[in-house]
């Protein structure tokens, strides 16, 4: 069954999609974090970081390419913005479909509360 990203990059469920290439997909996030939360997500099912083949340095490489220039698009690169992939259930992973945050817009504070 596909997952929500694949049908999103497929264009059967709607999405506020603000890139897309032959490679990936970049959508405004349903549940926005921060005043800009983006997800790029490779066209190319991929379920997890740990589940990318050394195959697919490039398209990797393309996501992030493509996450600083919606940055800077969006009006956030000159004060700083922050890139996020959960991995799997204890890195907070929702979607089984690898994907890139890009959040920005407002100070985003610590990386990781302190226990």
Do not use: W
């Not at 000159?78 to 890009?102: D, K, P, W």
């Amino acid at each position: 069954m596909p997952t929500l990203f694949e049908r999103i990059v497929a264009r059967e469920l709607p999405a506020d999609i603000v890139h897309q290439d032959d490679r990936v997909t970049a959508f405004r996030d349903i549940h926005p974090r921060a005043p800009v939360h983006i997800l790029v997500v490779p066209n190319k099912p991929i379920a997890t970081a740990d589940d990318i083949d050394d195959s697919d340095e490039a398209l990797v490489g393309h996501m992030f390419t493509v996450a600083r220039d919606l940055a800077r698009r969006e009006g956030i690169a000159a004060n700083g913005y922050r890139l996020i992939i959960n991995c799997r259930e204890h890195g907070g992973q929702e979607v089984y479909h690898l994907h890139v945050h890009l959040v920005g817009g407002a100070p985003l504070g610590p990386m990781i509360s302190a226990r």
